[in-house]
C-alpha cells in the first residue's frame, strides 16, 4: 500500500527539513550581506555579521584631542583633558597603551608615564588627561590604541558613500545607471525578436523550418568566449564597437537561440483550436500573433526576461570587450565592484554595500515575476 499513488510518503519530515536547509544555505551569504553593508569597518574586521547584535571587543587607534586651543595652565603644568569616543558612542576600555608594539600596556585609570614629565592617564570610559609642558603639548593630539568592547553599531553611512557620493572610484550611482542601460534594452530587443521567430517556427509552414529548428538547437551549445573576439572585429568593422549598441547586439546574439527555442516550445504546445478559429474568422497571422499568442506566452516571455535580465545584469566579461572606457563613464556595477576590490581592498564595507546593491535589482525582478519561471520552462516538455 506504500507505493499506491497518491498516497502520503512517511519521509516527507525529511523532505521538508531537506528543502528548508536548502532554502537557509541560500539565504544565509545574502542575509551575511546585507548585515554587513549596515555595519562600519572596525565592527567587519573584528568580528563576523553574525554577532553583529552582540558586543564586540575591537582595537582601535585614536587620538586625543588638538592640544593647541585645548589646553589648560594649572599650577605651572599644562593640561588636557577630553574624551576619546564621540558623543553617543558607549563602549568600555579594557586595555591600552601609546605604542602599537604595546597596544595593551595599561589598564584604565592607570597613567603613562611619556618622559620628561608628561603623563597619560585614560580612564575605563574613555576619558583621558594628558599632561605636560607648552612643547610637549603641541602640534598633533597623542595617538591611544585601545582595546574596548563597543555595543552593535549600525550605520547608513555606506550607502550614501557608495550611491550619492559622486566618486568614480566610491560610487556607484553612475555604474547602476550604465547597468540599467546595457540591461533594459539587452532584455527586450531578443524577446521581441524570438517571439516573431517562435511564432514563426511553430504555426506557420515554410521549406527548411526544419533545418532552422535544429541550427537554433545546436546554437544553444555554442561557448559566448568563442564567439567574443569575432564578434568584437565585426562590430570594429561597421562602427559599433565600444558603446552601448554594441553591447546590445552581443547580448542579443548570445541570448536569441535560448529565446527562440524557449518561446517556440510554449507556442508549440498552444490549443490548435484557437490558431484555427481564428484564421477561420479572417484573422491575420500578425493579428494572432498579437492578439492571441503573445497574451497566451506571457509566461513562457517572463521566464525568458527573468533569465536574460540576470545573466546582462550579472554579466562582466561582455561588458569588459564591448564597454571599452578609459574615463569610466560606461563602467557597469560588476566592473566598478572588480575596480573596488583593486583599490579598495581593505574597505569591507564598502565592497558589502555595492555587492548588495548590485544584487538588490535582480532580487527584485526574480521574486516579482518567479511565479512565471516554473510554467514557462516546462512547457512544451510534455504532451
Do not use: C
Not at 503573445?294 to 525568458?304: E, H, T, V
Not at 558589502?352 to 535582480?362: G, Y
Amino acid at each position: 500500500m506504500d507505493n499506491i499513488a497518491g498516497t502520503k510518503s512517511s519521509l516527507t519530515w525529511a523532505v521538508n527539513i531537506s528543502v528548508i536547509a536548502l532554502a537557509l544555505l541560500w539565504i544565509m551569504p545574502t542575509l551575511g550581506l546585507f548585515i554587513s553593508s549596515f555595519r562600519t569597518a572596525d565592527q567587519i574586521a573584528t568580528s563576523g555579521w553574525w554577532k553583529a547584535l552582540f558586543p564586540s571587543e575591537q582595537n582601535l587607534v585614536l587620538r586625543a584631542d588638538d592640544p593647541e586651543g585645548n589646553r589648560v595652565e594649572r599650577a605651572g603644568v599644562y593640561v588636557v583633558e577630553g574624551q576619546l569616543f564621540e558623543a553617543g558612542h558607549s563602549a568600555e576600555i579594557s586595555a591600552w597603551g601609546i605604542s602599537s608594539r604595546e597596544i595593551s600596556a595599561y589598564v584604565p585609570g592607570e597613567t603613562a608615564d611619556l618622559g620628561d614629565g608628561e603623563t597619560l592617564t585614560v580612564q575605563a570610559d574613555g576619558a583621558y588627561v594628558w599632561t605636560g609642558n607648552a612643547d610637549q603639548l603641541s602640534g598633533r593630539g597623542q595617538r591611544i590604541f585601545v582595546t574596548a568592547t563597543t555595543p552593535p553599531e549600525f550605520t547608513t553611512a555606506n550607502y550614501n558613500r557608495v550611491l550619492f557620493s559622486g566618486s568614480t572610484t566610491d560610487g556607484m550611482a553612475n555604474a547602476f545607471f550604465n547597468t540599467l542601460t546595457v540591461t533594459i534594452p539587452a532584455t527586450i530587443i531578443p524577446i521581441a525578436i524570438a517571439a516573431f521567430a517562435a511564432y514563426a517556427l511553430a504555426w506557420m509552414d515554410f521549406p527548411g523550418r526544419g533545418l532552422l529548428i535544429a541550427a537554433i538547437v545546436g546554437l544553444l551549445v555554442v561557448p559566448l568566449q568563442l564567439a567574443l573576439i569575432p564578434l568584437l572585429k565585426f562590430h570594429l568593422g561597421i562602427g559599433i564597437g565600444k558603446g552601448y549598441l554594441g553591447t546590445w547586439m552581443a547580448h542579443t546574439g548570445f541570448g536569441l537561440p535560448l529565446a527562440v527555442y524557449l518561446l517556440r516550445n510554449y507556442m508549440v504546445g498552444l490549443p490548435r483550436d484557437i490558431i484555427e478559429n481564428a484564421k477561420v474568422d479572417g484573422a491575420t497571422d500578425f493579428q494572432i500573433f498579437t492578439r492571441i499568442i503573445l497574451p497566451l506566452s506571457f509566461p513562457a516571455l517572463a521566464s525568458f526576461a527573468i533569465f536574460q535580465f540576470l545573466w546582462t545584469w550579472n554579466d562582466l566579461l561582455v561588458a569588459k570587450v564591448f564597454l571599452i572606457d578609459a574615463t569610466g563613464e560606461t563602467t557597469v556595477m560588476t566592473n566598478q565592484i572588480v575596480e573596488l576590490l583593486g583599490t579598495r581592498g581593505g574597505n569591507w564595507e564598502i565592497l558589502a554595500t555595492a555587492a548588495f546593491v548590485s544584487i538588490a535589482v535582480p532580487l527584485i525582478v526574480f521574486f516579482s515575476m518567479q511565479r512565471y519561471l516554473v510554467r514557462g520552462l516546462l512547457a512544451g516538455s510534455v504532451k
